[in-house]
């Protein structure tokens, strides 16, 4: 029941605003073909140029904003509708076609111009909670209005200037036109700084900055337009002067046009937001690798890492604040920040939220979490890297110890053999067992200092490397490797996988063969070891291998074939 009332409700909101949307394209247009057919006629010269086509952009601007917003925005457009018979209707009373008396209640429609203005702003996208600002301001528009209505003579009036024809107002003995002038002035004036205030205090929240300026600026002018209307009261001068008509007109007019042209781009900043939300959430619906496009659209959205003070973009990469000209928009939880939309100045940010469904919250809600993932592991790739980097570190400084000290001492400990074998010929056969032993231990300890990379691997590459590491093979071993270059990181870890690869199938019961081949496909090196007549190796054999080609952002795979099984290495070309 609620359901179907809120959708009558708003059917009945959709109805309203196009009919108010109508209503102001029929005021505006029965405005500029009057006024292009009556102008001059009650004047003693014409309005300058400009401020003719300042009126036409006004009343074409008041119509396409209504027509733009009477679909999903009805209140503004009703509001539009409001504004147009304020700014417009008097303008008829300069036309002498029409009734007197229809020329002489069409001044009274002024203030509306107020209430439209104020309705506009204070009910934007349905976010404000004005009631009882916006009923002060209808009263006040009301009673300016009426007391124009019953008590104003534009004969009376000594700045008339549309129109100064005699009428006998109903409560003309009880006010005069100066006190009916001054009365509804001074009401518009407050009605348009209360709503100028409200709406002033109500920008902090969501409102559309577009919107907010232009109103803002409308209520300016008519406040201005009503002290200048004050103003005339008592000139000097005689009657059917241009000169208000020229300032007022030009004042409304840019109201008008100000508002219209506000509302219009304002219009076009949530139908642009709409669609990159819409396209944003289908982006990050897709799997990253599938859509290269993340973080180009508009509004970005940055993802909380919890229990952490940083933010990520959908990559994982870190971000920091939003920058200069961008608003920010965060969507927080009971957990903390969740989401934080990064949008330029125009984005409407009570529209892209209005626009997030369940749906969509639940596709943020598993992109942010991916990209807490992503960050997450990013920082574990960042420490086996550190950990990789500092075994290798200290690898090469045992190297330079064994070096420097043990072999050193083997090789001074032959020098001294090698003496006492020339002095002690009998000696001879026990001194030459014992060099051997001493050379032997020797190669063992270099072997030993060498490690698993040889210095070829720096010196000549990968190839070279693994053309020697397939004649020291215990199986026969091809090698076909492309001539590339490769970051050292990303060369030891494949050297690695490969030595890994032949060590094991080498310690088989009945090894065959080995061939080795790489393939190098845009920034990533795939290193493939196929053997026959092997076992296939556990994870505990490749542990060590795993966490060196994982630590540059690499991958280590194995698996079983009919006759031995194949490992591969994928790694970056490039330093990671």
Do not use: K
């Not at 401020?51 to 509001?79: E, K, R, Y």
């Not at 009373?93 to 203030?111: F, I, K, M, Y």
């Not at 496009?293 to 508009?298: P, V």
């Not at 072997?447 to 590459?461: D, Q, S």
Request: proline share 4%; charged share 15%.
């Amino acid at each position: 029941m609620a359901s179907s009332a809120t959708v009558a409700q708003s059917d009945g909101n959709r109805v309203a605003g196009r009919v108010a949307s109508a209503a102001a394209t029929t005021i505006a247009l029965v405005t500029v073909v009057g006024f292009a057919r009556e102008i001059g006629l009650s004047f003693e010269r014409s309005f300058p140029p400009w401020i003719v086509g300042l009126g036409l952009v006004g009343t074409v601007a008041i119509a396409a904003g209504a027509l733009a917003t009477s679909g999903w925005q009805p209140q503004v457009s009703i509001g539009l509708a409001v504004a147009s018979v304020g700014f417009f209707v008097p303008i008829w009373a300069a036309w002498p076609s029409l009734p007197n008396a229809v020329r002489a209640a069409s001044l009274a429609a002024a203030p509306f111009a107020i209430a439209g203005v104020s309705h506009v702003g204070l009910l934007w996208a349905n976010r404000a909670r004005n009631g009882r600002t916006l009923w002060a301001i209808d009263v006040l528009v009301m009673s300016a209005a009426i007391v124009h209505l019953l008590a104003y003579d534009a004969f009376a009036d000594p700045g008339c200037d549309r129109t100064c024809l005699h009428s006998d107002p109903i409560a003309g003995q009880l006010l005069s036109t100066g006190s009916a002038i001054a009365i509804t002035a001074g009401l518009s004036a407050v009605a348009a700084g209360l709503g100028a205030a409200a709406i002033t205090l109500n920008a902090r929240r969501s409102y559309s900055r577009l919107v907010t300026v232009s109103v803002l600026f409308a209520l300016a002018a008519l406040a201005v337009d009503s002290a200048l209307a004050a103003s005339w009261i008592g000139r000097s001068e005689r009657w059917g002067a241009l000169a208000p008509a020229v300032a007022e007109f030009a004042i409304e007019s840019a109201a008008a046009a100000t508002l219209g042209a506000g509302v219009l781009a304002a219009v076009l900043a949530v139908r642009r937001t709409r669609t990159a939300v819409d396209r944003m959430v289908t982006q990050l619906t897709e799997p990253l690798e599938a859509n290269p496009d993340h973080g180009q659209q508009m509004p970005v959205v940055d993802f909380a890492v919890q229990g952490e003070d940083r933010w990520v973009d959908a990559t994982g990469q870190a971000v920091g604040e939003s920058g200069d000209g961008l608003r920010s928009v965060v969507i927080s939880d009971q957990a903390g920040p969740v989401l934080r939309f990064v949008m330029d100045g125009t984005a409407d940010a009570g529209e892209l939220l209005a626009r997030l469904t369940p749906a969509s919250n639940l596709a943020l809600r598993n992109a942010q979490l991916a990209a807490a993932t992503r960050a997450r592991l990013a920082e574990v790739q960042a420490s086996r890297r550190r950990i990789v980097a500092a075994s290798d570190a200290e690898r090469r400084r045992i190297e330079r110890d064994l070096h420097d000290g043990a072999q050193q001492r083997l090789v001074s400990a032959i020098l001294h053999i090698s003496i006492a074998r020339n002095h002690r010929p009998d000696a001879g056969a026990v001194l030459a067992d014992a060099e051997s032993t001493v050379h032997e231990a020797l190669g063992r300890l270099r072997l030993l200092g060498h490690g698993i990379f040889p210095a070829v691997l720096v010196t000549e590459g990968l190839g070279a490397a693994l053309e020697d590491l397939a004649r020291a093979s215990e199986i026969p071993t091809t090698v076909d490797l492309p001539v590339m270059e490769i970051a050292d990181q990303s060369a030891m870890a494949a050297y690695a996988a490969v030595a890994a690869a032949l060590a094991h199938a080498s310690g088989q019961p009945l090894p065959d063969s080995a061939h080795v081949v790489a393939t190098a496909f845009e920034d990533r090196l795939t290193v493939r070891v196929e053997t026959t007549g092997a076992t296939l190796p556990s994870d505990a054999d490749l542990a060590d291998i795993a966490d060196r080609v994982g630590a540059i952002g690499g991958d280590l795979a194995v698996h079983p074939t009919e006759r031995g099984f194949v490992l591969t290495a994928v790694v970056p070309c490039a330093s990671s």
